[in-house]
């Protein structure tokens, strides 16, 4: 769930890549700091107080990602807990390493900073450096959605924008948006349904893109990528990739409008070519066109409500975001479904 929220990217790469990176500069700068233990100089050794004020850094950036995944999110990931307390332990221990020593960690920063060993510190910084371009360079090529899960009852993505058993008893329906950051917390709680209840539900995705360029509900421009996203994925639906495409457009919002689609579809191993020429085909603009005119006939943009995520649990409307815990409450509580309390799914 964790992953696969928008959330999980920073700066047009995951949070775990820039996670990874940074401590592999923490190595690389405590390993820097021992040799240089080992050396008998005035003032004592150096690159313990740059660790400390890069470890404090990594305990601020940790409590605003447990801020995120807690009250937003609303699902908590394991192994970032354990990153949390690493960064949270390392600061004490080289604080506690200091300060034994009578040693004052603003001063030796500043000393640090103006000397510690200036060529190895350059070489340092250039691994982390030569990490984060190749990650823009490789990069959607390393991200795997595992957007078509096997489970019991077989593959998740057997038609056309539908994820679980088409012929399950509750349908949900969902009127989706890829700009709308709503649409992208709602649409993983949704895919969450049907991996912890496969044999009962099952997730349709209609695009309703709020974009002048193909939506003419709207009198003036809002999200303004949103029907090039929205025939993006018509595109990939038509190689039997949409889940993947659309659940890298909700992981990565920021990305729509400044990375080519082109370059989205080759990184999760579409053909390009046969790509590029459905997104200039006027058949993929009039799929798009025809999920407007289904959500058109629904009750909310009848009455003059024309926003998203509109979502249809049954015969059972909703406007705005769904979490997974009051959808799991829902789908108890309506349907007679068995409480789930471990986690399941993305």
């Not at 992953?3 to 700066?11: G, I, K």
């Not at 200091?98 to 190895?120: A, E, K, N």
Request: overall charge negative; some cysteine; glycine content about 8%.
């Amino acid at each position: 769930m964790v992953a696969l929220s928008p959330y999980s990217v920073f700066m047009g790469l995951p949070v775990s890549y820039w996670g990874i990176t940074v401590h592999v500069l923490y190595l690389i700068m405590a390993g820097l700091a021992l040799v240089d233990s080992r050396r008998d100089r005035p003032g004592g050794v150096r690159g313990w107080a740059v660790l400390i004020v890069m470890a404090a850094a990594g305990i601020a950036s940790s409590s605003v990602l447990l801020y995120i995944s807690h009250y937003l999110i609303r699902s908590l990931c394991p192994f970032c807990m354990v990153i949390y307390v690493l960064n949270l332990l390392i600061t004490i221990t080289l604080t506690f390493h200091l300060v034994r020593r009578h040693r004052d960690i603003g001063s030796m920063f500043r000393t640090d900073v103006r000397g510690f060993i200036p060529r190895p510190a350059l070489a340092a910084f250039a691994v982390p450096i030569v990490m984060i371009v190749a990650g823009y360079v490789i990069y959607p090529r390393i991200y795997d959605t595992g957007s078509c899960p096997e489970t019991a009852s077989g593959k998740l993505c057997t038609a056309p924008s539908t994820y679980g058993n088409p012929d399950a008893r509750i349908k949900i329906v969902e009127y989706s948006d890829y700009e709308c950051p709503f649409c992208g917390m709602t649409h993983f709680a949704l895919r969450k349904a049907v991996e912890t209840y496969p044999e009962d539900v099952v997730l349709i995705h209609v695009n309703f893109p709020l974009d002048m360029a193909c939506n003419d509900l709207l009198p003036r421009p809002f999200h303004d990528n949103a029907c090039d996203a929205a025939r993006a994925t018509v595109c990939a639906q038509r190689q039997g990739r949409f889940w993947d495409y659309n659940d890298y457009l909700f992981t990565h919002q920021k990305q729509i409008g400044r990375v080519p689609y082109e370059r989205i579809a080759s990184g999760l191993g579409l053909d390009v070519d046969a790509f590029e020429r459905c997104m200039t085909d006027p058949t993929s603009l009039d799929e798009v066109e025809a999920d407007i005119q289904k959500a058109k006939q629904t009750t909310f943009v009848q009455q003059g409500q024309v926003g998203t995520p509109i979502i249809f649990i049954g015969d059972k409307g909703h406007m705005g975001a769904i979490h997974w815990e009051d959808l799991q409450r829902e789908l108890q509580q309506r349907y007679g479904l068995e409480p789930h309390s471990e986690e399941t799914g993305p």
